[in-house]
T-cell receptor
Framework: ETGVTQTPRHLVMGMTNKKSLKCEQH?????MYWYKQSAKKPLELMFV???????ENNSVPSRFSPECPNSSHLFLHLHTLQPEDSALYLC?????????????FGPGTRLTVL | AQSVTQPDIHITVSEGASLELRCNYS??????LFWYVQSPGQGLQLLLK??????LVQGIKGFEAEFKRSQSSFNLRKPSVHWSDAAEYFC?????????????FGKGTLLTVNP
């Protein structure tokens, strides 16, 4: 595997389910990001991790819970979601935190909440 | 607060025609500007970026963009479009202040290429 991978690619869940999204980067980067991409809206930064420490929680509801066990893996745990949470969730990584460092994106997980 | 406007939601061009995608930004200081492309089913890929220096920047896949401070614009151009350029294009501005990793994106422009 190369670059940034995300699993699953598609997920359908009910409002009472608990599920997790997984992201893995094979680039040796130290910073990882979760973004939400909704139709007709700009890409929204959700969380940022640098060296496994969360450095940004962009006013995201607590029903989204990130986890970064090491610099290569990032999870987004989901519980009690709402239909408006349906979106494409993108993971990205960069060598270091900072806009001088190019962010490399995974293909995303398409989430549908019923 | 910084913001990015991409006035065109959808653009259709013929293969071989020239392309210009518009981007206007609002940012108090010197902006750091980016263009990303997202092909169907893929994540975003960086096309080019502007931090300082020459206001005309070259990117991958034959794209270029010009920073015009007086117009608060960073338009993306390509002289001859290929069918494989069909994708969604996002302009973004980077926060050069305290949160120096945060990118603010526009809503995107969907490019359709007719044969």
């Amino acid at each position: 595997e190369t670059g940034v991978t995300q699993t699953p690619r598609h997920l359908v869940m009910g409002m009472t389910n608990k599920k997790s999204l997984k992201c893995e980067q094979h680039l040796g980067h130290n910073a990882m990001y979760w973004y939400k991409q909704s139709a007709k809206k700009p890409l929204e930064l959700m969380f940022v991790y640098s060296l496994e420490e969360r450095v940004e929680n962009n006013s995201v509801p607590s029903r989204f819970s990130p986890e970064c066990p090491n610099s290569s893996h990032l999870f987004l745990h989901l519980h009690t979601l709402q239909p408006e949470d349906s979106a494409l969730y993108l993971c990205a990584s960069s060598q270091e935190r900072g806009i001088y460092n190019e962010q490399f994106f995974g293909p995303g997980t398409r989430l549908t909440v019923l | 607060a910084q913001s990015v406007t991409q006035p065109d939601i959808h653009i259709t061009v013929s293969e071989g025609a020239s392309l210009e995608l518009r981007c206007n930004y609002s940012y108090g200081a010197t902006p750091y500007l980016f263009w990303y492309v997202q092909s169907p089913g893929q994540g975003l890929q960086l096309l080019l970026k502007y931090f300082s220096g020459d206001t005309l920047v070259q990117g991958i896949k034959g794209f270029e963009a010009e920073f015009k401070r007086s117009q608060s614009s960073f338009n993306l151009r390509k002289p001859s479009v290929h069918w494989s350029d069909a994708a969604e294009y996002f302009c973004a501005v980077g926060d050069s202040g305290g949160s120096n990793y945060k990118l603010t994106f526009g809503k995107g422009t969907l490019l359709t290429v007719n044969p």
